[in-house]
């Protein structure tokens, strides 16, 4: 072999190797990847009653339900859709109704959202970026209602 065939059979095996790493490490991280839907998003897609999503919007008003203990019942919307959730927890100081929220958890085969996870506004401005590009979608959110498009989110 000449040189020029050494390097380039270096160059090739390297690149195979990167390859199945790569590959290996995204298999590996299939599951702990969460991605965010708007009700209305549920509504249309076929989603796996089990699969672990964010579900985001704004907590819908006068569906806030608080149960014995730390179990809240409330619902989502985007305002054409509304989801039903149970969550079992300490909630976020700044929880209320009409405010927007993301929430991590599980589809459950009746429609309901289990969290397991509950996000909150950051302070009186602040809106989600996910859940503010799904409510200007629905045409809901307008860009002057926010102060801040950037910060954070409170988790409890």
């Known amino acids: 072999m000449t040189r020029k065939q050494r390097r380039g059979v270096l160059i090739g095996t390297c690149l195979v190797v990167l390859g199945v790493a790569v590959g290996l490490v995204l298999y590996a991280m299939r599951d702990s990847i969460v991605f965010f839907y708007s009700p209305s998003d549920i509504a249309k897609m076929e989603i796996a009653p089990g699969q672990r999503i964010r579900l985001g919007g704004l907590v819908e008003t006068g569906s ?30 700044l929880f209320r109704e ?9 589809l459950m085969p009746d429609g ?20 503010a590009a799904k409510l200007k979608e629905q045409g809901l ?9 950037s910060g954070g989110v409170t988790t409890q």
């Open 141 to 149: 959110w307008h860009e002057g209602e926010s102060a801040s498009a």
């Open 98 to 106: 009409g405010q927007g929220v993301v929430t991590e958890g599980v």
């Open 64 to 93: 806030v339900k608080r149960d014995q203990g730390t179990t809240v019942h409330f619902a989502v919307t985007d305002g054409a859709k509304t989801t039903p959730v149970t969550y079992t927890g300490v909630l976020p100081d």
């Open 112 to 131: 309901e959202f289990k969290a397991d996870n509950v996000l909150a506004k950051h302070d009186e401005n602040y809106m989600p970026p996910e859940v």
